[in-house]
């Protein structure tokens, strides 16, 4: 099995299990009677002891997998396949040209080509790569689309063919991990995706008419993924080292408070008025680190980007766009008009979901869905 399966969509349906440092989210999608649509089948999470999971690496693996197991007894799903994801700084997805025209002649180089651009050794890390093209339905070995600035050059010359590639590498030791860990809870890793990709897949299944470039931002508990994209596809995917868990520590740190109480506080409020008002400065302090950091991606994609790079909107999701009027905040602060994104608009609920509650925490499970969205067999990319 090719452990790394990115973008190569199996057709059966699959558990999509995304396992945070806060929270493991998971999602089982069925395929509706609508044209094109999806039905939201079973949801479950299940919270995590601090130092499970550590910049992406898994630490306490009987812990996650008795935390995990509960989960998918609980929800009774017959599936036995899932999808999974890593992230962290052990993975690398890097933008590169390669001078190549088919994915056959890709594949044949990509060892070479990786060499230049993944800091670990080569012997050590899966590696995988997504072509960027903007036609669908190619044959692998045809030629893939040139949509760099001298395309027609490239085309009277083939010899300065070159196509953009997404190059993924990740360490052996942590994607095993994960594949180690779902197979000791009786489910087999049909795919481990990157958390990027999975983001994208969530926003481009149930965002697809969006027009223009939009930002999607799943701000997590030890770190974000920062995802641009178009209709045309991914443009840009890259973490970002803010997290809800550096709000929380802050909180606990400068009011000498439980972990616990500071958590609850940070997202429901507190009727304590000179509380509120100190937790609230602590929290607007940090969020203008925070966009000092999302600043910095998007001049960075603007400065690397000829096409009119404008961002249309943000899409705030994941555990701490659930802070009482991040929104706002992040719309004054940045001028992009800005919502919370919920991965499940626009698709049907099983009966026994209560509507009220996917729209409570319907933004923490962006990845999850992404994740369980790998059903199909389709490019997205």
Avoid at 20 to 35: D, L, P, Q, Y
Avoid at 238 to 267: C, F, H, P, Q, W
């Amino acid at each position: 099995m090719n452990i790394l399966s990115f973008l190569k969509r199996p057709k059966n349906p699959l558990i999509g299990i995304d396992i945070g440092s806060h929270t493991i989210k998971v999602v089982e999608f069925a395929r509706s009677s609508r044209k094109g649509g999806y039905f939201l089948n079973l949801i479950g999470r299940g919270r995590l002891p601090k130092g499970s999971i550590v910049d992406g690496a898994i630490k306490d693996s009987p812990q996650i997998a008795k935390i995990l197991t509960g989960i998918l007894n609980n929800l009774h799903s017959r599936l036995k396949k899932a999808a999974a994801s890593v992230s962290g700084y052990s993975v690398i997805v890097k933008m590169i040209t390669v001078p190549y025209e088919t994915i056959e002649e890709i594949e044949n180089n990509l060892i070479f080509e990786a060499e230049n651009y993944v800091p670990f050794e080569i012997e050590e890390v899966y590696l995988d790569f997504s072509p960027i093209r903007i036609n669908k339905g190619q044959n692998d070995n045809e030629k893939l689309q040139d949509t760099s600035p001298d395309a027609d050059a490239n085309k009277k010359d083939k010899s300065q063919s070159k196509t953009e590639i997404y190059l993924v590498a990740a360490k052996r030791e942590i994607v095993d991990a994960y594949a180690e860990l779902l197979q000791n809870v009786d489910i087999i890793p049909a795919v481990i995706d990157v958390d990027g990709f999975s983001l994208f897949n969530a926003s481009y299944k149930t965002y697809s008419g969006l027009d223009g470039i939009n930002i999607f931002l799943d701000l997590g508990a030890s770190k974000s993924i920062f995802n641009i994209v178009s209709k045309d596809g991914l443009l840009l995917t890259r973490d970002l080292s803010i997290g809800g868990n550096i709000l929380t520590k802050e909180i606990v740190s400068r009011l000498n408070m439980d972990y616990e109480d500071a958590e609850r506080i940070k997202i429901e409020g507190t009727d304590d008025r000179e509380l509120f008002k100190r937790v609230s400065s602590i929290i607007e302090e940090i969020l203008s680190e925070w966009i000092s950091e999302i600043s910095k991606a998007i001049d960075f994609f603007k400065a690397n980007n000829d096409v009119n790079s404008e961002i249309k909107a943000m899409y705030l999701c994941g555990g701490s766009s659930l802070l009482k009027g991040i929104d706002k905040y992040f719309k004054d602060a940045l001028g992009i008009n800005t919502h919370i994104f919920n991965p499940f608009h626009n698709i049907e609920l099983d009966r026994k979901i209560d509507p009220a509650y996917i729209k409570a925490i319907g933004p923490q499970f962006a990845v999850a869905s992404g994740l369980a969205l790998r059903m199909e067999d389709d490019n997205s990319l």
